[in-house]
């Protein structure tokens, strides 16, 4: 591997780690453990596997990789706090859903070059590109995976 | 700048977001909230601190970047959980510390080149290097940021 493909890969293997270990946790889960909150009066674990299963569905789109899978997901677990909406899926299909966003967008990721993880994502302009090259698909996703990091932490705190 | 040096530009400016937002939220914190608990039952806000300031201080060592600043954090902040051992640090000192730790650290991740970022940490040996040379600088780098995001989860639990 080319010194930049180095680089990708780790950027790569990074989020693997982190999407591997939440994983792992979230598939053991049954519907009662999910309908735990992290801490009291704090989000329950089923919101924040919405909420992340809808903010890695939106990456497709952002980062030029495909269609959404999920769209119906952000009203009730991006748009509103937890508790507002109710539910609209079992837990058994939200572990699905999840699995399956992360499982498309990681072989999407797979598929990119160094070169094109250093394009401009569909939410900045060329213009504004142009001024600020680090605005690019690995930007993102470097926050999205400490976006799961951070969630990660929250989840770790039920038992 | 080259495509090698947005890759390793991107994971730098990631690390500074997620110390940054830290950073910005534990600055603001007093004595007695830095001992406030999570959630009932776990890990303080003050023992985390120690923790992140101790295990970011073992990077020096670990990416061969110079000498630890606080070694004597680690048996009370890594070796044993909370509650263990007495603070042995203020609130301010602690606080003090975080901030000299990350300043140093990141100045020294400025200078790397794409290059030094690829190579070995020094608890690899040379030999197993050769059979994964994706046990690199940059690794270790990217784990910790997605270790600082882990907790700056569980910090953002307590007002």
């Known amino acids: ?27 053991t889960l049954g519907e009662e453990q999910l309908q735990k909150q992290v801490a009291p009066g704090k989000n329950r674990l089923y919101y924040l596997l919405g909420h992340l299963t809808a903010v890695h569905d939106r ?5 030029g990789l495909g269609e959404r899978l999920y769209p119906q997901l952000d009203e009730a677990y991006i748009t509103n706090p937890d508790g507002t909406l109710p ?5 058994e ?12 967008l990681t072989t999407a990721f797979e598929g990119l070059t160094p ?5 401009k994502h569909t ?19 470097l926050s999205r995976t400490n976006h799961a990091s951070f969630h990660a932490g929250q989840f770790v705190l039920v038992k």
Chains 1, 2 share one sequence.
């Open 1 to 27: 591997m080319s010194t930049e493909e180095m680089l990708a890969s780790a950027a790569l293997n990074s989020w693997k780690l982190v999407i591997g270990r939440l994983d792992k946790g979230i598939q």
């Open 87 to 91: 539910d609209s899926l079992s837990a």
């Open 59 to 63: 990456m497709f789109p952002l980062l």
């Open 115 to 119: 070169e094109q993880w250093l394009q």
């Open 93 to 104: 299909e939200l572990k699905k859903a999840w699995s399956e966003v992360n499982v498309k």
């Open 123 to 141: 939410q900045v302009s060329d213009e504004d590109f142009v001024k600020d090259p680090s605005r690019n698909r690995l930007a993102v996703f």
